[in-house]
């Protein structure tokens, strides 16, 4: 069952945020990953996993315009050659053994060319590094609920325009107040995961009721949200600015309504906001993890 309670706490946060949110001051960054109209590419790499599935994509690009040029240029001859105007006698064989061996081999060794390159970056992947920062994701209809495990805090993150699902006035406001654009509609959520640039990041995803999936583009990364299972990705975003990503797996009747926000800071701002947001909500205290930590 939705969590109900939570869900109107944070309609109704959305709808009265203000200034004193730990995230007010994060508020002039770069928008980055987002979605562009009439965009066929890639949004930007700004992580190492991301720029590798770029290479790879380009790469595959290359051996398969490479393989269908040569398969029209075989259909050209032919079509050219063994016409019925050039060719009025039909051959009579049934098969070419040669021929045949050859056909099921060379495709054989170019998949296996293919995997020499795309299976180190797939296990790159799935490597999960030790994370500076943990958090932990999970999946609800129609939102995401968030928890930094180190310090023991957490909230929900709901879009910007919740309930209403369309851009009113009253949604324009807010978009504004949280420092978006009407272009961000659809994409902005009243509260978004701050994470530090430059650092090992390590989301651990879940779902709450049904199957999620937590991506972000421009990171190059993507898990589903299953309940009663705890999966994992991870990222190192190189570059300050906010990125978007949203729920990529059909999750029921407002599942187009399910964005994720990300704000990647300098360490010094991360620092700064992780001060507010533990007192904000209620969170362990860093001085108390360094004791605990020194014990």
């Excluded at 799935?126 to 968030?146: F, H, L, M, N, S």
């Amino acid at each position: 069952m939705m969590r109900l309670s939570t869900l109107f706490t944070g309609l109704s946060a959305a709808l009265g945020a203000g200034a004193a949110s730990a995230q007010s001051s994060l508020e002039n960054l770069e928008i980055i990953g987002k979605p562009v109209q009439g965009g066929i590419g890639f949004q930007p790499a700004v992580t190492e996993l991301a720029e590798e599935i770029h290479w790879l994509d380009n790469f595959l690009l290359v051996i398969i315009t490479v393989i269908t040029l040569f398969v029209v240029a075989l259909l050209a001859i032919v079509v050219f050659r063994y016409n019925e105007k050039r060719n009025p006698k039909p051959a009579t064989f049934t098969h070419n053994s040669p021929l045949e061996v050859a056909w099921t081999i060379v495709p054989v060794l170019i998949l296996v060319f293919i995997g020499a390159f795309s299976l180190p970056v797939l296990f790159k992947q799935q490597r999960i590094p030790e994370g500076d920062v943990v958090i932990k994701a999970t999946g609800y209809q129609w939102y995401w609920g968030y928890e930094y495990v180190d310090h023991e805090f957490g909230f929900d993150s709901f879009m910007i325009g919740a309930g209403e699902n369309r851009l009113t006035p009253e949604v324009e406001e807010q978009l504004i107040e949280a420092g978006y654009t009407t272009d961000e509609f659809l994409l902005a959520t009243d509260t978004a995961i701050v994470v530090p640039v430059n650092k090992t990041i390590v989301i651990q995803v879940t779902g709450g009721d049904v199957i999620h999936s937590w991506t972000i583009p421009a990171f190059g990364v993507k898990q589903d949200a299953v309940p009663g299972r705890l999966a994992a990705l991870w990222f190192t975003a190189k570059e300050e600015g906010v990125y978007f990503g949203q729920c990529s797996e059909l999750c029921g009747q407002a599942h187009a309504y399910m964005p994720i926000t990300v704000k990647v800071v300098s360490e010094e701002a991360y620092e700064q906001w992780l001060d507010g947001a533990i007192e904000e909500y209620a969170g362990t205290p860093r001085s108390v993890d360094v004791a605990a930590a020194a014990e």
